[in-house]
């Protein structure tokens, strides 16, 4: 073992300070933390301070190509090195245990909070352990700080993930947004036809008298226009003096003829709206209260 007392973690450069040495074992000091790993991290894992320069020089092989944009890596060297979407196969030395960590692309999809307590997940790309894995390759072997503990892992492999439960959240959070999308558009034109429904024939429809406030509902029913003695066809209104309408309309039991003059009014109109009819000299305007697709409501209030 060198006299140097002053080491550096050759995966981030950071110093750390050589307490003693036995058994095996060296005791470290790393930012104000007692650590105890076995001897041979040495030359693997930290190296004297002296030997900075081969460290510095070794890490930037080691690292991926870095674009002069943005910071991001080179396209090309993307199944090079590890990057945010990338599933990483760990081995956590001290602790020989295995685990298989997804890289988030943009945190919304995290599913491992406690990286020590859970072997398989989705990690954000801003946590400690993501940003030592970043640009590193199989085989290399990293350190990270959590709770004030160093852990060292080796990168046992590392692939772009098309399959298992990143790619299900994924999937299922691009869905959603496919679902949230076309709910929208279905929203809109369920309102689009609210707007557009207006009264037609074989509507119940309820009316206001505005000059006698006076209420009163009541079925429009079909007409039919007799052209001849065995012909019957619609359109309903009269060509000639000669035609005649048919109907079943009987205000008495609460139905009005389409042909009527309040029917015509009528139709093509929604609720709220107001309309006039003529009957002889006399101009008489309702108000729409309601109208319904067919006479159940009618049956019901009838009394």
């Known amino acids: 073992m060198t006299a140097s007392k002053k080491f550096r973690l050759k995966s981030t ?6 307490i003693s040495e036995r058994d095996g074992k060296v005791v470290l000091m790393f930012n104000g933390t007692r650590i105890e790993r076995p001897s041979d991290i040495i030359g693997t894992l930290i190296v004297p301070v002296s030997e900075e320069e081969d460290v ?3 890490s930037k092989k080691r690292k991926c190509p870095i674009s002069p944009s943005g910071g991001k890596k080179n396209e090309k060297s993307h199944h090079k090195c590890i990057s945010p979407g990338d599933t990483v196969c760990l081995k956590f030395i001290e602790l020989d245990r295995k685990t298989v960590y997804t890289i988030s692309e943009d945190n919304s999809d995290v599913t491992v909070k406690e990286i020590i307590c859970t072997d398989e997940g989705v990690i954000p790309n801003d946590s400690l352990l993501a940003k030592a894995l970043i640009g590193e390759k199989s085989g290399n072997i990293v350190t990270f700080r959590h709770k004030e503990r160093v852990f060292v892992v080796q990168v046992l492999s590392f692939f772009r993930k098309t399959a298992g439960i990143y790619q299900q959240l994924r999937e299922k959070k691009d ?3 496919l679902l949230d999308e076309q709910r929208k558009k279905d929203e809109k034109a369920v309102k689009i036809q609210k707007k557009a429904r207006s009264i037609k024939t074989g509507n119940t429809v309820c009316v206001e008298f505005l000059d006698t406030n006076e209420k009163k509902a009541f079925k429009i029913v079909d007409a039919w226009l007799l052209v001849a003695p065995d012909e019957v066809v619609k359109p309903y209104r009269p060509t000639s003096y000669d035609s005649k309408t048919i109907t079943e309309a009987d205000p008495d039991n609460d139905t009005i003829s389409e042909t009527s003059p309040l029917a015509m009014a009528l139709l093509g109109h929604t609720r709220g709206e107001t309309v006039k009819y003529k009957v002889a000299d ?17 049956k019901n209030h009838k009394h």
């Open 13 to 18: 450069g950071e110093i750390v300070d050589l």
């Open 175 to 177: 869905a959603q947004k």
């Open 282 to 298: 006399k101009t008489i305007e309702v108000r729409i209260i309601a109208f319904f697709d067919d006479d159940t409501w009618l």
């Open 56 to 58: 510095e020089t070794a």
